[in-house]
């Protein structure tokens, strides 16, 4: 089973195939370069500071003090605290600090999820599934998931929900877990239970629910469900008509490299609808469409159409993007 991040392709075949569960964790945080940020200031010896406080032990990690937070986090560990010991697993996994280390990461993270830290044993159960320090075990990480959300941790139960989505799974509580990780306001949640609502799959059909979640991911610039919402919105389909608002959302997404808002964005700019027609931009955005993967044969010919000019603008104006989807990893 592939562990992906924020990536819900997949789900739109989530009625008629097995489904990947998917593990989202904090984006790696990047350091600024060493000349960029203030120098870490110097450690206090005084006896009050021997054992620094959550508070400046996570100020300094956010700000990437990444030796700071190491230090300050390891005395807080030594007297038991099971947050500290979780934020040194991370430290080792993603090698602030400190060299990369998966196997001190998992021994971290072991010692805080047995003292029920949520976040420890979601990320334990990340390493399980991946196979990370150690053999992949997915019903150990199954077992993880569960324990971090009964403590409330929204993407351990995205994630068993997409499990029970699987063949072997239970119905039910793939709807049970997404919608308790949905109102914990996970964006993969909401677009994972909107289609659902949509569809009738699991769930009584209800168009209206279903956009209602597809709002709410979408105003967590989610692509897909800012694509999702804003054709529903361009249509009136299950919520208020709104072409000014729709045309927004999808130029954000355009913007934000999803091919499917630049095909449709690039329909918009021939059809001058809510907009003016532009055949430049209309070109522009459908090159970057096809780019990315996105085939439109009638977009084709609406191209060849147009003058050189036109053609000569359009292609510039796109091969940034080309550019972009031709070096970007593709799943």
């Not at 060493?34 to 450690?43: D, F, G, L, Q, T």
Request: without cysteine; hydrophobic residues 40%; charged residues 25%.
């Amino acid at each position: 089973m592939t562990v992906l991040r924020r990536s819900a392709g997949a789900l739109l075949l989530l009625a008629l195939t097995a489904l990947p569960v998917m593990a989202q964790t904090a984006p790696s945080a990047k350091p600024a370069a060493p000349a960029a940020k203030a120098p870490e200031p110097a450690p206090d010896t005084s006896e009050a500071s021997a054992v620094p406080s959550p508070e400046a032990t996570y100020s300094a990690y956010q700000r990437g003090y990444f030796l700071t937070a190491l230090n300050d986090a390891t005395k807080r560990a030594e007297t038991g605290d099971a947050r500290a010991m979780a934020l040194l697993g991370e430290m080792y996994a993603r090698g602030q600090g400190v060299s990369r280390d998966d196997t001190k990461a998992a021994e971290w993270y072991k010692l805080a999820a047995d003292r029920g830290d949520r976040e420890a044993l979601y990320a334990l159960g990340t390493f399980r599934l991946d196979g990370r320090a150690g053999p992949r075990d997915r019903d150990e990480a199954m077992r993880l998931f569960a324990e971090a959300a009964k403590r409330g941790q929204p993407s351990a139960a995205y994630n068993l929900g997409l499990a029970n989505l699987e063949p072997q799974g239970n119905l039910k509580f793939a709807i049970d877990y997404l919608t308790v990780a949905s109102k914990a306001g996970l964006p993969d949640a909401q677009y994972a239970l909107a289609l659902m609502y949509r569809e009738g799959h699991g769930v009584k059909k209800d168009v209206g629910e279903a956009m209602r979640l597809m709002q709410q991911a979408s105003i967590a610039d989610y692509p897909d469900a800012m694509v999702e919402f804003a054709i529903a919105q361009f249509n009136g389909t299950g919520t208020a008509k709104n072409e000014a608002n729709a045309i927004a959302l999808l130029t954000r997404a355009s913007r934000m490299g999803n091919p499917v808002a630049q095909n449709r964005l690039a329909h918009i700019y021939v059809m001058g609808r809510g907009i003016p027609a532009d055949p430049t931009q209309a070109v522009k955005w459908h090159l970057a469409a096809r780019a990315g993967g996105v085939s439109d044969p009638a977009l084709d010919e609406y191209a060849a159409k147009q003058t050189p000019q036109v053609r000569s603008e359009a292609e510039k104006a796109a091969a940034t993007w080309i550019d972009y989807y031709k070096n970007s990893p593709r799943p």
